[in-house]
């Protein structure tokens, strides 16, 4: 069979897209298919690290989890990672480019498609299917000139297009009736139907709008897919989408920081039955009765340490500690709660020295290339297999980095205070191994016996079984287009 791709496409951000595609992905795997995702452009700080040490967007490291295949640079060969409000740091099959000003980036897209069109190609040679995201949404009229994320790309591998549509957001009609309205005739030839998306309730109330969209478009509906209840056991892409439920035994709190990244270290715990986590938005203050504060890492380390000053969290950290409570720092959070961070290169931004929190006596200098790596180690205590990444710049030394409580082959891998309660670690992803995580929490005073890895595959399956329900795989399959070959 030659290889096949479809697109999914999206009314706007956040319709779920990037769950369809994995739940499609696991569907037409278990049928028998090589399944791909691929998406060309995505901007996030939640990023993967694939086992050749490159950057891709977790969604697409999920995706590619449930289509039985070990993610790939070229599964998102174009990822954008917000360092402040105004620019981001470009990554480019897997490694980093250098940092562009959005306007720059709107201007000057050179080689982007190239590198996509390369990745895409390469990807669609040895697979049945590749499932193609979209990004946002193809109604950005104003985006469409140089576009490699959406009907841009669709047109340049005449990829069919479905478009989705959010209803629980409200205005689905218009979604999808207004997205028809604003694009070119070249992209309308691209859109082979559309599904609704995140249906709560009897799905036959909706009969007369689903068939009103259709009278409407001329394009015939895919489905309509009721809300899937399961979505928060999946790791989240957007820190938002972490589950953030209260009444768990055990409270583990966590600053909103305004460039939070690779915040995946959270989806195990808030996975937990025992385990409440609590993310807490700028403007509040961090709750007093927490049992542990943890402090994720950050794609801007001392910008994001003046923003947590700024909300007041640092003497909220510091009253927290003073009670006896239990703190953890990951990546930029370890280099928060050092003495002092040195930028005298400006690799974070300005150059320029800061004071950190102060709970661990260790310091940090900003300097180096960025270490990118899959990272198997293990606990100090107990000797607990840990497996993780690395995605950071800087070293950090000082008295109490001989108090590591992580091994890393023959070197030892972070800090601890000497009372025991304040940690760092550059390693990210530790709390999905299940002994160490039980470990750690028994510290707190909590049991745990899930199996984290075996529910997202359970999960998955789920999702999978969903779509087979409200969507007809059959004729998506069916409305699949096959690859042309590499120009």
Not at 45 to 61: D, F
Not at 92 to 105: D, E, M, P, Y
Not at 116 to 143: C, H, K, M, Q
Not at 196 to 212: K, Q
């Amino acid at each position: 069979m030659a290889t096949r791709a479809l697109m999914i496409q999206g009314t706007g951000s956040n319709v779920g897209k990037s769950m369809l595609v994995a739940g499609l992905a696991r569907a037409f795997t278990r049928r028998g298919l090589k399944v791909a995702p691929f998406k060309s452009q995505n901007m996030s700080n939640n990023a993967a690290v694939t086992p050749e040490g490159g950057e891709i967007g977790r969604a697409q490291a999920l995706q590619a989890r449930a289509a039985g295949r070990e993610p790939h640079v070229d599964m998102n060969p174009v990822l954008l990672k917000p360092e402040t409000d105004t620019g981001a740091q470009l990554i480019v099959q897997g490694k980093r480019r250098g940092t562009q000003a959005a306007g720059s980036f709107m201007r000057d897209k050179t080689g982007l498609m190239e590198a996509a069109l390369d990745s895409y190609y390469r990807l669609a040679a040895d697979v049945d299917l590749v499932l193609i995201e979209g990004a946002g949404s193809p109604a950005e009229t104003n985006l469409r000139n140089g576009d490699i994320a959406n009907m841009g790309f669709a047109c340049a591998v005449q990829a069919p297009v479905v478009l989705v549509g959010d209803i629980h957001r409200g205005g689905v009609i218009a979604q999808i009736v207004g997205t028809q309205a604003v694009l070119e005739p070249q992209d309308l030839d691209r859109v082979v139907g559309f599904a609704v998306n995140r249906f709560r309730g009897d799905i036959s109330l909706f009969d007369a709008g689903r068939d009103d969209i259709a009278q409407r478009t001329g394009w015939p509906a895919l489905g309509v897919i009721p809300w899937f209840w399961e979505a928060w056991k999946l790791p989240a892409e957007d820190m938002m989408d972490i589950a953030s439920r209260k009444g768990g035994a055990c409270k583990i709190v966590v600053p909103q920081l305004e460039r939070m990244a690779n915040f995946d270290d959270l989806d195990p715990l808030a996975a937990e039955p025992e385990v409440s986590i609590e993310i807490i938005p700028p403007g509040k203050a961090l709750p007093g009765d927490a049992d542990l504060v943890l402090i994720p890492g950050s794609k801007s380390t001392i910008g994001d340490l003046a923003y947590l000053r700024a909300q007041g969290w640092d003497i909220d950290i510091l009253a927290h500690h003073r009670r006896g409570g239990h703190v953890i720092g990951l990546c930029g959070g370890y280099q928060m709660l050092g003495q002092t961070i040195d930028d005298p290169e400006g690799v974070d931004g300005r150059p320029g020295k800061v004071a950190g929190l102060g709970l661990l006596d260790v310091e940090t200098v900003m300097a180096g290339e960025k270490r990118v790596t899959l990272t198997q180690a293990s606990s100090v205590a107990g000797d607990l297999p840990v497996s993780g990444y690395e995605i950071h710049m800087g070293r950090t030394s000082g008295p109490d980095c001989d108090r590591a409580w992580l091994r890393i082959g023959d070197r030892l891998e972070g800090a601890a205070s000497a009372d025991g309660r304040v940690l760092g670690s550059y390693l990210h992803g530790l709390f999905a191994s299940d002994g160490f995580r039980a470990n750690f929490l028994s510290g707190l005073g909590y049991a745990s016996d899930s199996a984290y890895d075996a529910g997202v595959e359970d999960t998955l399956d789920a999702l999978a079984d969903h779509l087979e329900q409200h969507m007809d795989l059959d004729q998506l399959l069916a409305l699949s287009a096959r690859v042309p070959t590499r120009p």
